[in-house]
């Protein structure tokens, strides 16, 4: 029988474990804890396409872009979202290759760099809502906001981001190879950042867009089109909660894709950390009927999957 196939889908901000330690061998130490886990799933019969996000990264370079202006040209935001796809793509190749090692396991992992096609049209274009780079406190956010023309918005209580275009992901332009390599065995590494966002023309020519896709959304789209079985999105917390942090708090075990949508409507899922992975996985759960194919989403922290996938923790969300 095949094995059971799932997109596990790390966001960029799981690897920044806190503000002052965010450097590169920070964020490899956080990417190596997570390729445990995703050995473990190897080890327990999964075949796993990871995705990861690219926030902070993302934003950490067009930083970087900025600073040395006077000396170097600047990177294009599509560009910089190549560069996280190489970096993280790399740290998870390497982790994932060590872990598969030590316990004796051959399977190769390939990093895919993956274009995402978007709509020029897209209404994003003209609400930049997509938090990028670090945590700033508000006076330096509006300073660049001033001097260098940044959108910004406050993120999640933590403090305020530079903010960019993020329209919706319409098509994985390498989802063929992708499929491909998952055929022969492979542990792919695909969609980083959300995809490279591009627009197609009327003669069939790709061009990369400014913008930073959603990674949960490139992975729902993602999952649907591998007919996977299972979208797994790793967070900080086990289980998805109402009320949360009230007296009312209550974890959640399983959500049914009616649930989903009456507390979503509710408005008990934070709208920029806790909703849209709940959204990605109601859609994908969805477009997966439509298919014909049954699957299901699990959030929960990355320390927990194993627990969770024979349901001991974890949020289940299936239809
Ligand atoms: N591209 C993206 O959604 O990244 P994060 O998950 O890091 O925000």
């Known amino acids: ?72 040209a600047s990177v294009p935001l599509d560009y910089a979202v190549g560069d996280t796809q190489g970096a993280i793509g790399y740290m998870f190749q390497k982790a994932l290759h060590n872990q598969l090692a030590l316990r004796d396991i051959k399977k190769p992992v ?28 508000y006076a330096t956010a509006q300073q660049r906001q001033q001097t260098l023309g940044w959108t910004i918005a406050e993120d999640s209580g933590r403090g305020w981001r530079r903010t960019v275009a993020s329209p919706t992901p319409l098509e994985i332009i390498e989802i063929a190879t992708i499929q491909n390599l998952l055929t022969q065995g492979c542990i792919v590494i695909a ?23 959603d990674k949960d959304l490139a992975s729902a789209l ?8 299972l979208l797994l999105i790793p967070t900080g917390v ?28 509710q408005g008990q899922f934070g709208s920029g950390s806790m909703q849209p992975k709940v959204e990605a996985i109601a859609q994908f759960i969805r477009q997966s009927h439509q298919n014909g194919k049954t699957a299901s989403g699990l959030i929960t922290r990355p320390e927990s999957i194993k627990a969770a996938l024979s349901h001991q923790t974890g949020t289940w969300i299936t239809r």
Not at 114 to 121: D, R
Not at 243 to 253: A, C, D, K, V, Y
Not at 254 to 263: G, H, I, R, V
């Open 1 to 72: 029988m095949n094995k059971p196939l799932a997109i596990v889908a790390v966001g960029g901000n799981a690897l920044i474990v806190n503000e002052e330690k965010n450097s590169i061998p920070d964020q490899y130490q956080a990417v190596e804890q997570s390729a445990q886990h995703i050995v473990d799933m190897i080890e327990g019969g999964w075949n796993i396409v990871l995705t990861h996000g690219n926030g902070p990264q993302v934003g950490f370079i067009l930083r970087r872009s900025e600073l040395a202006a006077s000396e170097v």
């Open 110 to 137: 390939v990093t895919i760099v993956t274009q995402t096609l978007v709509s020029a049209s897209d209404p994003a274009f003209n609400t930049p809502n997509k938090p990028v780079g670090a945590f700033l406190d």
């Open 191 to 213: 969609c980083g950042g959300g995809g490279i966002p591009v627009i197609r023309d009327a003669q069939r020519q790709l061009h990369g867009i400014e913008a930073v896709i």
């Open 222 to 229: 993602l999952a649907e089109q591998l007919a996977a079985d």
């Open 238 to 265: 086990d289980q998805v909660a109402i009320n949360f942090g009230t007296p009312e708090q209550r974890w959640l075990s399983e959500l049914s894709l009616e649930q989903a949508d009456l507390l979503i409507a």
